[in-house]
């Protein structure tokens, strides 16, 4: 099993910044990949970036390209999404996962954390 709590959401006026980490914890010593997806109020939950457990791969959904950047620290066991230009329609909650591929399904999910993105 694995744990994932994720933290850094926030409010932020449009054109902010916010950084959301993602830390893992129990069976951490498998090669997992992680990503986020997001849910909007009313919508259903969608795919918004991945990395390889090398981190040497990343994906991102065309929406958030130019804007938003995953990364992962293993020492830590900590991933990472860097949002830059945030627009109101960036406001969802955020969900951590984790799973064998970067394509999924993902086996493990967070509680998420809230960004809300003021215009």
């Known amino acids: 099993q694995v744990q994932l709590v994720e933290s850094g959401g926030g409010l932020v006026q449009a054109g902010g910044s916010l950084r959301l980490s993602c830390a893992a914890s129990?069976?951490?010593?498998?090669?997992?990949?992680m990503g986020w997806f997001r849910q909007a109020p009313g919508k259903e939950r969608v795919f918004v970036a991945a990395i390889t457990w090398s981190g040497l791969r990343t994906g991102y959904t065309d929406s958030v390209k130019g804007r938003f950047t995953i990364s992962r620290d293993n020492a830590k066991n900590t991933v990472y999404l860097q949002m830059n230009s945030l627009k109101p329609e960036d406001t969802a909650v955020y969900y951590c996962?984790?799973?064998?591929?970067?394509?999924?399904?993902?086996?493990?999910w967070g509680q998420g954390t809230q960004v809300t993105v003021s215009s």
């Open positions: 129990g069976r951490t010593s498998s090669s997992y990949a």
């Open positions: 996962v984790a799973g064998p591929k970067t394509t999924g399904p993902y086996d493990y």
